[in-house]
């Protein structure tokens, strides 16, 4: 025992301070905690109070039909009318998901695209969701009677980088996350691409399918 002792009296107390700080950061990297940056939810959220939004009407406004013979499908240009209510008190910011139904087929669904709006709070706006396209392949004739639907969606996400999407992060990273958690959330929404129904990831950008930039590409591709 004495023999111990004199072991560690002769050296300095930061002498054992490495292993000691070794030691500890290689048992908090065992201990799981839930990521702070999403929540543990392990997806961050393209929509702001989206679910606070309802449709109150659409105005279709079908533009033209066409079809392609070489590439076997068919292009529909609407410029459609949304009037939505937001009953929240903060403004809505997110997607609506648009489908094009043919009426001569008991309104079957065809085709559906995401388009994003913005909702001020507490209101009812008149939104002008520009010139979208519709894009499907078939070999039929386009269908010469078509509707639309217009629904809110309130789960527009991408996976958490922090955390891989698992929704755990260990215990060493927990603090740094946490502290600059609004950092890490603006450089991940930066970095992913939330790909909506109706888009295409075309040289970093998200192009409307069906859009003049869009059958472009194609005719390059």
Same mark, same amino acid.
């Given at each position: 025992?004495?023999?111990?002792?004199?072991? *560690?009296?002769?050296?300095?107390?930061?002498?054992?301070?490495?292993?000691?700080?070794?030691?500890?950061?290689?048992?908090?990297?065992?201990?799981?905690?839930?990521?702070?940056?999403?929540?543990?939810?392990?997806?961050?959220?393209?929509?702001?109070?989206?679910?606070?939004?309802?449709?109150?009407?659409?105005?279709?406004?079908?533009?033209?039909?066409?079809?392609?013979?070489?590439?076997?499908?068919?292009?529909?240009?609407?410029?459609?009318?949304?009037?939505?209510?937001?009953?929240?008190?903060?403004?809505?910011?997110?997607?609506?998901?648009?489908?094009?139904?043919?009426?001569?087929?008991?309104?079957?669904?065809?085709?559906?695209?995401?388009?994003?709006?913005?909702?001020?709070?507490?209101?009812?706006?008149?939104?002008?969701?520009?010139?979208?396209? *519709?894009?499907?392949?078939?070999?039929?004739?386009?269908?010469?009677?078509?509707?639309?639907?217009?629904?809110?969606?309130?789960?527009?996400?991408?996976?958490?980088?922090?955390?891989?999407?698992?929704?755990?992060?260990?215990?060493?990273?927990? *603090?740094?996350?946490?502290? *600059?958690?609004?950092?890490?959330?603006?450089?991940?929404?930066?970095?992913?691409?939330?790909?909506?129904?109706?888009?295409?990831?075309?040289?970093?950008?998200?192009?409307?399918?069906?859009?003049?930039?869009?059958?472009?590409?194609?005719?390059?591709?």
């Amino acid at each position: 025992m004495n023999q111990i002792r004199k072991l *560690f009296s002769k050296r300095p107390a930061y002498y054992f301070a490495f292993p000691i700080v070794i030691g500890g950061l290689f048992g908090a990297s065992l201990i799981q905690a839930p990521c702070p940056v999403c929540s543990g939810s392990g997806i961050l959220s393209y929509s702001i109070g989206m679910d606070d939004v309802t449709i109150v009407s659409l105005r279709p406004r079908i533009i033209s039909t066409a079809q392609d013979a070489c590439t076997a499908y068919i292009v529909v240009k609407a410029e459609p009318v949304i009037i939505a209510k937001n009953s929240g008190s903060i403004d809505a910011t997110g997607y609506v998901k648009l489908t094009l139904t043919d009426v001569t087929s008991n309104n079957a669904d065809l085709v559906s695209i995401h388009v994003r709006i913005n909702v001020p709070a507490d209101s009812m706006a008149t939104l002008q969701a520009g010139n979208v396209g *519709f894009v499907w392949v078939s070999s039929d004739l386009p269908p010469t009677n078509l509707d639309m639907r217009c629904e809110a969606v309130d789960d527009a996400s991408v996976p958490c980088i922090s955390c891989k999407g698992g929704g755990m992060t260990n215990f060493s990273s927990y *603090f740094l996350l946490k502290y *600059f958690r609004d950092n890490f959330v603006s450089s991940i929404i930066d970095q992913s691409h939330y790909n909506p129904d109706g888009y295409e990831l075309i040289n970093g950008e998200l192009v409307a399918i069906g859009s003049d930039k869009w059958l472009e590409w194609m005719e390059l591709n």
